[in-house]
């Protein structure tokens, strides 16, 4: 029977942050867990962002297909974690977004996603580094275990 694969990994840094204004929020994550040495970790968002870019995961046609939303939104949830990916940082990320009469949409995050303001949690996890490889089953680059 299948079950999950996985790897286990000791707590490393726990750092909370502020989010450069008018920034890509995706690029941001990368260079701050390159410059500090982080390979893997999980991390958490709130705040805003002045435009965003989300998407979904066509399952038959094995693609993204993304929107663009040119209007203040809130982040009312975002998650996401770091790994590496051809032995660089990659981060993924998906959010749930509110516009100002709190209606919502939600997806995988793209580039560019601009953050107007924003407050992250990164919990920096230590163990061997998640490398992400293609894989044939989804056409996704999952998490090689
Ligand atoms: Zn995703």
Redesign the pocket.
């Known amino acids: 029977m299948e079950t999950i694969t996985h790897s286990v990994f000791e707590r490393g840094r726990s750092i909370l942050g502020r989010l450069p204004h008018g920034k890509d929020l995706l690029k941001t994550i990368e260079e701050f867990c390159a410059q500090n040495s982080i390979q893997t970790g999980v991390f958490s968002i709130i705040g805003s962002v002045m435009s965003a870019t989300l998407g979904s ?1 066509d399952q038959n046609q094995q693609v993204y297909v993304t929107f663009k939303k040119e209007e203040p939104l809130e982040i009312v949830h975002c998650t996401g974690n770091v790994s590496l990916k051809d032995g660089k940082v990659a981060v ?3 959010a749930v977004l509110a516009d100002i009469d709190g209606q919502t949409i939600g ?3 793209f580039s560019e996603t601009v953050v107007y303001a924003g407050e992250i949690y990164i919990q920096e996890l230590l163990g061997k580094p998640l490398e992400r490889e293609y894989d044939d089953t989804t056409g996704l680059p999952l998490w090689r275990l």
């Open positions: 995961y993924h990320a998906h997806g995988h995050i």
